[in-house]
């Protein structure tokens, strides 16, 4: 009986991985028909655009735009349009180094389209997510179409790379280029972070097409220590980061706009000796102060002493020394 | 007449560089067939009979006559963008070295 037993748990393993053999052929047949499809399609094109070509159009095949086992990924004519004025025109008789007539889509600065018809075919595809907010952005507004970043005849998109991405952004914002360069920066030049990290070029309904809504909530995302929420709180760091450090790159460590006590001074310029250090600059009340600090002090690096300066949660850290 | 020294002095690289400027490899390849013949295939049929391959090409490189395509169609020649005489030579020639 026990051997009966066995025997049909074989039976029925054997017959399960015959079904599961059956499911991956035709899973598979399915993902044979829609590449054939496709390089079919693509063939047109490829005929006369091989490796000889004068671009290295071929080089899509190597990309995300080329894997063909994926049946959303598009053809040639899926973006550039059937073509058939391309496609059948050939040269002109007589004339001299005559060209075909140009695809119905062309991307780029020769294109006839303008940036936002030339985006509106990637968003075929590519829509919704962290492109919801595309639509009018500083990008979308300032005529920036998706080729202007974007390459797709190439194995390896610069822009999606972290270590290439910020060669990309600077061919624009040359600013945060030179920025890049000095003392204290964040790790972008070293290939640690990219753009992207803070920023989403596609839109954002934060400021400065941040990632997150605010500054803050960016800049939290890694620097969660001095999130909060604090017992005793910096207000300047708590309304905005920006208040002390510029975001790029500065000559004063930390990523600081200013040298303490100048920067401390712009809110704090009360005398260190008073009761009142935060004068009319700064909104607020100054808490916990119980004794009149000693004016020996004054002139000072003020986070010698003031070293927890995002907030503190001692009891007894009210002017943030612990 | 042609000679095989002529030939086998082309300059390789300005040919492929000539015709790659002019779109050539749009329809011709090295050695397969795209819709038109491959230069091997031109080369070997012109084998021994250089100085009228040479011709021939130059004719249709020049002048644009309608050419019979691989699948049987016909379309005109397209005309090469240089009037420089050595230089149409240099790639005529590579293509008969081939």
New interface residues.
Partial sequence: MKHWKKLLIVCAAIAGLGQLGAAYAGNDGAMASSADRSLKGDQVCT????E???KAVLAVYKGKHGVKADGRTPGCQTCHGASEAHVKN??????????RGAVDVVFGAKSTLSTREQSEVCAGCHKGDKRTHWTASQHDSGDVSCVSCHTNHTHQDKVLKKATQPQVCYTCHKEQRAEGRKMSHHPVAEGKIACSDCHNPHGSAGPKLLKKNTLNETCFTCHAEKRGPFLWEHQAATEDCSNCHTPHGSNISPLLKSRAPFLCTECHDGPHNSKVPVAANAGGTQAGLTAVPSENYTGRGCMNCHSVIHGSNHPAGALLHR | MISSAAVAAVDEGAARALA????C???H?VDKT??GPSYKKIAIKYKGKEAEGETKMIKNITT?PKVKLEDGSE???????TTDQAEIKNLVHWILSL
């Avoid at chain 1, 005929?47 to 091989?50: F, L, R």
């Avoid at chain 1, 050939?90 to 060209?99: D, F, L, N, R, T």
């Avoid at chain 2, 790659?20 to 779109?23: A, L, Y």
């Fill in positions: 005929e006369c655009h091989d000889n070509d004068n050939g040269p002109k008789k007589g004339e001299v180094g005559g060209k | 790659k400027k002019n779109d490899f749009k329809c390849a795209k819709k644009g379309e005109d020649h397209k005309i090469i963008d």
